[in-house]
């Protein structure tokens, strides 16, 4: 009798026993015979309980396969169905599968989209212009659903950010989300200004929106004002940073060398406990490995007990900034002892070749360069080759140098010749440093630092007449040289200066006593009266 009863349970209580089913399932078996239970009952073409079969298997064991096949038996699928399956393709990236699944439902007539499919379709910012028309013929310009994920769509691509930001300006109604949009849309074509300046009108703001201006600082190099945008951010209660602001800021310390504000970051994330994964652990071991503190980052990798292939990168690449050669092999031998948990990819080949330059490990870049080819199946890039006829003509093999360099797959370009120029300096070799610098001026001719390097070559060769032409050549065709650039942490800010930079507003002072101290360093060095031994 009660064997019966499950098999043919009242109408009323069939949702409440699905639910609970569902609710207890944890693989695809368990679906399966539930999917068999609602066919006996007659159930298979219910779209209520096909759409809680979709999502089970979608979000609860990540079987889109499955979940396609589910909805593939449906004979004739509502809205819900395809949103269902739409917004599955879009989130795992297969934006051409989601956009053919609309375009399959609007070619069968049946069902009429609705507003909240579009935002899924739109991420496929190919067919942005044909999505759009459809949207205008359907009446859906007016839902600001709909009105974000046009702006977010358009805004993917450089060609299309007017378009974007004019269908921003249009909106009547715009909220945090839309707002947030339009600012990631102009960091992400590389207009941070813009980005900036937009943010600074947003009448309000939420977390998102402020990581959308850091993260965009921070991606495109701008790493003194995403430090500013996240102190700024610090003052705001009620916009607490999460987990993805701090890790944007770690990224803008490690790049400026800010020790003690990446310190306050870390301090901060253990007193908000804002979680130690590995997404953490990389962004800590990153800041502290690139300010040079390579204790506290072995410190930090040491605590993380589930490691990713980032984390080992991050500790590799530490030390082999540092020229810690040694170091940087171990973490990799380490790595490879935990077998098929983690496996090199060619992040890992870059960190132990650079590695193995500092530390002038001639052999055994060229062993990993193998390794990484034949062990690992890993195409050689233009970084790995850098790296392999660095180290060849750091050690002074500049004829394997040269054969690494005319076997390359791929064109060679100024990370390979200017590779291949550090070497020929260490080893005064002339007539071959004069070749590359060649090379790297046609690779890039506005580039005045390679014509400067030429001429001075010239000049070493005694050839004045060349030298003269080829600066003469600089100036009439206005080529550039890039201004070195440093900074200094003084007081929890940054402050950078350019070669010749007069922009400080105590640069007079600062070449001043600039000017002192070069005057002192050439009174002691040459002046005879001075006994340099008791100075020491």
Known sequence: MESNHILNPPNKNLNQLVLAILSKCNHLNHLKQLQSFL?????SQTQFYVFKLLRFSILKISNLSYARYVFDHVCFPNIYLYTAMVTAYASKLDYLSAFEFY????????PKPNQFIFPHVLKSYQTTQLVHAQIAKWGFVQYPVVQTALVDSYSRSSSDIGVARQLFDE?????VV????????????????????LFDQMPERDVPSWNAVIAGCTQNGLFSEAISLFRKMMQHRHNRPNQVTVVCALSACGHTGM?????SIHGYVYRYSLGFDSFMSNALVDMYGKCGSLKEAKRVFGMTSKKSLTTWNSMINCFALHGHGESAIGIFEEMIQH??????????????????THGGLVEKGRYYFLMMTQDYGIEPQIEHYGCLIDILGRAGRFEEALEVVGGMKIEPDEVVWGSLLNGCKVHGQIDLAEFAVKKLIEIDPKNGGYGIMLANLYGELGKW???RMVRKMLKQHNAYKTPGCS?????NEVYQFYSADKTHPRSEEIYKILGALLGLSLRFWYSPYIDCSTQL
Not at 39 to 43: D, E, F, Q
Not at 103 to 110: A, E, K, L
Not at 184 to 196: L, P
Not at 341 to 351: K, N, Q, S
Request: net charge negative.
């Open 465 to 467: 007449d060349e030298s």
């Open 103 to 110: 375009r399959n439902m609007v070619r069968r007539g049946h």
């Open 39 to 43: 066919t006996v009952l007659g159930h």
């Open 178 to 197: 839309s707002w947030t949009a339009m600012i990631s849309g102009y960091t992400r074509v590389g207009q941070v200004g813009n980005a900036i300046s």
């Open 171 to 175: 909106m009547s109604e715009k909220n």
């Open 259 to 263: 020790l003690q504000l990446g310190k």
């Open 487 to 491: 900074w200094i942490e003084i007081d």
């Open 339 to 356: 077998g098929e948990d983690v496996r090199p990819d060619e992040v890992t080949f870059i960190g132990l070749l650079n590695a193995c």
